[in-house]
């Protein structure tokens, strides 16, 4: 069946560092790739897209490329604010819309 | 504001007992799908209903039930509740069956049995 592999966190970094969220997963087809964001107290949130390999989601400084090679979806993000502390998800989206997502990982930025 | 509405935020239960969880969706969609997330499960898929009828199902109970109404809110039922079902509820809508469609996802009911 179809699964995605995060790296577990917490990641705890200073603001401005760079952050990456290693993102990998295993389907069948030819799947559409996503990353959510998490806040404290909220629901998930679009962060970015991807829908067929080689393609570049970015939004919010955040960039992630759809590797079919390596199954991949890392997440970057240049440099991070305190604002960026939240939960990442990577998920996939195969036939019928449903969504398939990675464990998670915490992201704290200190000042 | 993702435009989909969950009610209630918050609820306490007993083991045993049964409850109802409700979800609006955003104008428009036709789409509703019911996940669960728990610390040891992570974000689970359980159901999806489009225009009414079910679609998909996911890991969910046979104690749990869930249907889409004419007007396309959508309840989630849980019944002989356990404390392992002690989780976040979500509810998410999505326009259509294309690939690469977004889904939005309401703030959840965090459910806790005790």
């Known amino acids: 069946g179809n699964s995605v592999t995060q790296m577990e966190g917490p990641v705890t970094l200073s603001e401005e560092a760079f952050l990456t969220i290693n993102c990998t997963y295993t389907a069948t087809g030819y799947p559409s790739l996503f990353w959510y964001v998490q806040y404290p107290g909220e629901g998930l949130q679009l962060l970015l897209k991807a829908t067929k390999a080689d393609d570049k989601g970015s939004n919010k400084g955040f960039e992630a490329t759809y590797r079919k090679e390596t199954t991949s979806f890392h997440l970057e993000k240049g440099s991070v604010q305190v604002s960026d502390s939240a939960v990442y998800f990577c998920a996939l989206q195969a036939a019928g819309n449903k969504l398939t997502f990675g464990g998670g990982t915490r992201v704290l930025v200190k000042p | 504001d993702s435009g989909v509405t969950q009610t209630p935020k918050h609820l306490i239960t007993a083991t045993g007992q049964r409850v109802t969880l409700r979800c609006s969706p955003r104008?428009?969609?036709?789409?509703v799908y019911w996940y669960q997330q728990s610390l040891d499960q992570g974000l689970q898929f359980l159901i999806q209903y489009y225009n009414g009828e079910e679609r998909a199902k996911g890991n969910i109970l046979e104690r749990f039930s869930a249907q889409q109404f004419p007007d396309l809110h959508s309840e989630l039922n849980l019944s002989s509740l356990e404390l392992g079902d002690s989780a976040l509820y979500f509810c998410a809508s999505s326009s259509g069956q294309e690939r690469g469609t977004e889904a939005f996802f309401g703030q959840g009911t965090r459910l806790t049995v005790v």
């Open positions: 104008s428009g969609d036709l789409s």
